[in-house]
């Protein structure tokens, strides 16, 4: 019986050596915490913040339609239990929590400029035209930019990353047992009704 040595052959990486030292990117936020700020982002029509339901329900890509996952799979995205999740479930996130899908990739956290690159045509348009003029290019663009926000009554030069949560809708009440009294409490309640005050 003759054995034949295994000859492991080299791959070509998928990206040009220098191309990924030339992009950096950003620190690796977890999904889950990116979750966490899109869903303060977002509520359902009567104020209340998106349950694990409410976003699965969303993630399918017609209304109605059979969602992308199931609750209990967001439920584990949004604790940290599952960090991958499939390019389709990516698209349902995105798409239920009205962000760019880019967002919820590892590197990526630029929530603002993110959303304005997909959004409007004329920001994909400026990067185009200014994609072969290097460091000196991008410098005259951001100051232009810069230029026209000042002109606008825009004082405030520096724009978040990523932009702030909805504040919080305070709850009503909910309905049931009362809340339980102190002993203090208690003993006051219980002269009162002995007195017939």
Not at 41 to 60: H, Q, V, Y
Not at 66 to 84: I, R
Not at 112 to 129: G, M
Not at 142 to 166: C, F, K, M, Y
């Amino acid at each position: 019986m003759r054995i034949t040595p295994i000859v492991r052959r080299q791959v070509e990486p998928a990206v040009p050596i220098g191309v990924a030292s030339t992009m950096p990117l950003g620190p690796d936020i977890p999904l889950a915490s990116k979750l966490a700020v899109l869903i303060g982002r977002k509520r359902r029509a009567d104020g209340k913040t998106l349950s694990t339901r409410d976003i699965a329900a969303a993630t399918a890509e017609t209304p109605g339609g059979k969602p992308a996952m199931t609750h209990q799979v967001v439920n584990d995205l949004l604790n940290g239990v599952k960090s991958n999740p499939t390019i389709a479930q990516l698209g349902g996130l995105a798409r239920a929590l009205d962000s760019p899908v880019a967002y919820l990739l590892p590197g990526y956290n630029g929530l603002t400029s993110l959303s304005v690159y997909e959004e409007y045509q004329d920001a994909r348009e400026a990067l185009r035209l200014i994609h072969d003029l290097g460091d000196a290019g991008a410098a005259e663009l951001l100051e232009a930019a810069r230029e026209i926000r000042q002109r606008r009554g825009h004082v405030d030069l520096t724009v978040p990353e990523v932009p702030e949560s909805l504040p919080p809708v305070p709850e009503p009440p909910r309905p049931g047992r009362r809340r339980r009294l102190s002993f203090t409490e208690a003993a006051e309640r219980a002269v009162s009704d002995l007195e017939g005050t």
